[in-house]
């Protein structure tokens, strides 16, 4: 098990921590008059943004499978239709949870 730490020098507060509906700006169109508009969504998140933003430190992991090493920022992530789902999937040989990792947490 490898532990991918949280930057720290990345910590900050997050200016929406808590907001639950967000505004988000469509495509801009035009009209017939030829003024432009864009219509603005309404989008609600289900669950509240957090206190604080942060990036992981890039950390190298091995594939179980291919025993090549990685960032662990170049994990691709894959579902398929009956529910399963993995997010550390070896970007070299395409195996499914091909290492085990876990992602620190904001103290
Ligand atoms: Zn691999």
């Known amino acids: ?3 991918i730490k949280i930057n720290q020098n990345t910590i900050k507060r997050n200016p ?6 967000f505004l988000v700006p469509g495509r801009w169109q035009q009209d017939a008059d030829g ?5 603005i969504q309404v989008v609600h998140a289900s669950c ?3 206190g604080f933003l942060f990036e992981y430190e890039p ?3 091995e594939c179980s499978e291919c025993h090549q090493k990685f960032l662990h920022t170049e994990l691709r992530s894959d579902s398929f239709d009956d529910g399963s789902y993995s997010d550390t999937i070896c970007p070299k ?3 499914w949870n091909c ?6 947490r904001l103290q």
């Open 59 to 61: 950390t190298m992991v």
């Open 1 to 3: 098990m490898i532990e």
């Open 35 to 39: 003024s432009r508009h864009r219509d």
């Open 16 to 21: 929406d921590a808590g907001r639950t509906t």
């Open 48 to 50: 509240p943004e957090p």
């Open 99 to 104: 290492c085990e990792i876990k992602y620190e």
């Open 93 to 95: 040989c395409g195996a």
